[in-house]
């Protein structure tokens, strides 16, 4: 009779209950100790990311003093917990790895966010700079030696990838240019590679404009102060260098100010150099339209409006618009200076 009186009592109390204390964390599990979410690891991990109560509670019990003592915890009585309530040993340690690679990986999906695409695409609009210049240089050399007239007058790539590979008669005509040159006879298949390469010259501009298009339109739905403010190239920079836009929000003006420069405030940490007046906010129109000595002013009221526009960005979700008051007093301070 007591046997089955056991039985019983380990039906009634089913494994299900240990889920819900394996989700909670690092020992904090008996609070919620009436909740059933089921045996399915995947499911197990969604309804944990559902529960605000429970994810405070994982986030704050994170710290480096209190480290060992929840490892203590999270071992040691949460696997005497499941043991003694139905868990074999070997079926709780393959659940449990199961279970944390599934919450792994919805926290890894849920983490996502429109910064890392501005990010990605700061990035390959600085590559894709890098390539068409490189062969550019390439094309104007070799091209050159066979219509040396026309280089001269070519100042855009996407003018030398239209003619690169004409004939030198095509080319002329297109440029306004007498097909009487001084540059080498070359071969059919030399104008033929190099027809090659003004085509993949021509798709690479393509994919720029395309990427800077995106870019554009991303910056302007997610921190549209910020674009107007600084710029859509320099404020997707600022907001890659900084790691997200809340970052950025978090952070002082008097960083975001040397934001980039970060070689030149170590040379002077270590060396005893200058320190840095500016970083990545040099590449800002204003900062062109002020004398050099002036500068060092311009750059720290320009990072502290930008430091206001990122703050409104991020708390705002971009609904509040105060970027063009803003440029109002940055015209001002141009005028003053």
């Known amino acids: 009779m007591k046997n089955n009186k056991k039985r019983e009592n380990k039906e009634k109390f089913p494994k299900e209950e240990i889920i819900e204390i394996k989700v909670t964390p690092f020992g904090i599990f008996s609070k919620y100790k009436k909740d059933f979410w089921g045996k399915n690891p995947e499911k197990c991990a969604e309804n944990f990311l559902k529960r605000e109560d429970l994810i405070k509670n994982y986030n704050s019990s994170i710290n480096i003093k209190a480290k060992r003592q929840i490892n203590l915890i999270f071992g040691e009585e949460l696997k005497k917990f499941a043991l003694e309530n139905g868990f074999k040993e070997d079926e709780f340690k393959t659940f449990f790895q199961k279970y944390m690679i599934e919450l792994t990986k919805l926290k890894i999906k849920q983490g996502y966010s429109k910064d890392r695409s501005i990010s990605q695409a700061v990035n390959c609009l600085e590559e894709l700079n890098k390539s068409i210049n490189i062969l550019y240089e390439r094309l104007i050399e070799w091209y050159g030696q066979y219509f040396p007239e026309a280089i001269k007058v070519i100042t855009e790539p996407e003018q ?125 129109i204003y900062m062109k339209k002020v004398d050099f000595k002036d500068r060092g002013k311009m750059a720290r009221t320009l990072s502290a409006k930008i430091a206001l526009t990122a703050k409104v960005d991020f708390y705002s979700k971009g609904k509040e618009l105060i970027w063009e008051k803003i440029n109002e007093e940055l015209e001002q301070r141009i005028k003053r200076l």
């Open 160 to 284: 030398l990838a239209k003619i690169s590979g004409m004939p030198r008669e095509q080319a002329a005509k297109e440029l306004n240019l007498s097909s009487n040159s001084m540059g080498y006879d070359v071969e059919e298949d030399d104008l033929e590679i190099l027809k090659v390469l003004g085509e993949e010259l021509k798709n690479m501009i393509n994919i720029k404009e395309k990427v800077t298009k995106y870019l554009e339109e991303t910056m302007k739905n997610y921190a549209p102060n910020l674009s107007k403010v600084a710029g859509t190239i320099l404020g997707a920079k600022l907001i890659e260098k900084a790691g997200t836009l809340k970052k950025l929000a978090l952070m002082p003006a008097s960083t975001i100010q040397i934001l980039g420069a970060e070689k030149a405030l170590f040379r002077h940490l270590r060396r005893g150099t200058k320190p840095p007046k500016h970083g990545l906010i040099l590449q800002h």
